[in-house]
């Protein structure tokens, strides 16, 4: 079955049922209690989860191994590896992962995970930037954001966030696309229902990136988002866009002291 289409398929369904409720109740959703928070983990097969538990069957480690090759290995004019700067990233990667995206102080802007790879990568080792999605790209985060395993995800204190929070939490509230649907009506109004032979998730970034069976690849939480909107029948931001990183920042915000699983296994 073309989970794609089985996406498109229920959303118009869901849409069709609600009917005039959805024009004449425009409504924000309550946000997901604290003791409800649930990770995407929980709504897995067991079969997954072992596959996730195991780093031997979790095929995301084969990036974190690449991650870490990647990061010793020297590149660009510099000829500089990220440990030359950081060092051993076990110790001064911990727990980075957590807290992004976050304001980036010389460029004035919000930058994600992927972002600040790249800026190290022009700005410190004169090398170019990796493309979205490129293998090499995905295994670095992996690596660092492995380092944030079993860890909380910290809620950052930075004022200058705030107007970006509320940006994201604006998207993720907002109707969209010709289905007219928001990302809180599947994930705070309807997870636990099953969703083309899965359960809907809650929609907790506490794994990426991660490993989906669908892609049979690594994916960022960029991929994920932009899936989401094509299945809403909506424009994709593009990727590195600042609303794409404005939702991240929202939903790490949302999944609060939830614990990070990274690099998550997910259908």
């Known amino acids: 079955m073309n989970v794609q289409v089985s996406l498109s398929r229920w959303l118009a369904l869901t849409a069709s049922l609600m ?26 097969r067991r079969d997954t989860q072992a596959m996730q538990d195991d780093d031997a069957a979790n095929p995301g480690m084969l990036w974190v191994l690449e991650g870490e090759t990647l990061w010793n290995a020297r590149a660009g004019e510099a000829n ?12 001064s ?27 190290c990568r022009t700005d410190h080792q004169n090398a170019k930037p990796l493309p979205f999605e490129s293998k090499e ?10 380092q944030s395993n079993g860890m ?32 809180a009506q599947c994930h705070e109004d309807n997870w636990g229902k099953q969703l083309a032979g899965n359960k809907v ?21 960029q991929r994920r988002l932009r899936t989401c909107l094509s299945g809403m029948r909506a424009q994709p931001y593009e990727y590195g866009s600042v609303e794409l ?21 997910r259908p």
């Open 137 to 146: 790209l995905l295994a670095l985060m992996a690596y660092v954001a492995r």
């Open 245 to 265: 990183i404005e939702l991240e920042l929202y939903l790490m915000w949302r999944a609060r002291g939830m614990t990070m699983d990274t690099p998550a296994v």
């Open 80 to 91: 500089k590896s990220c440990a030359d700067c950081h060092g051993d990233a076990r110790v």
């Open 19 to 44: 009917g005039v409720l959805v024009i004449a109740n425009p409504t924000l959703s309550a946000e997901i209690a604290s003791a409800d928070r649930r990770s995407d983990y929980e709504f897995m």
């Open 152 to 183: 909380p995800i910290k809620s950052n204190t930075d004022v200058r966030l705030k107007p970006h929070i509320n940006a994201g939490q604006r998207m993720f509230y907002g109707r969209q696309g010709q289905l007219n649907l928001s990302c």
């Open 201 to 221: 998730p809650q929609g907790h970034p506490t794994g990426y990136p991660i490993y989906r069976l669908e892609w049979q690849n690594l994916g960022s939480l």
């Open 93 to 119: 990667m911990k727990g980075i992962a957590s807290v992004y995206p976050s304001f980036d102080d010389k460029r004035e802007k919000l930058v994600d995970l992927e972002a600040r790879i790249n800026i």
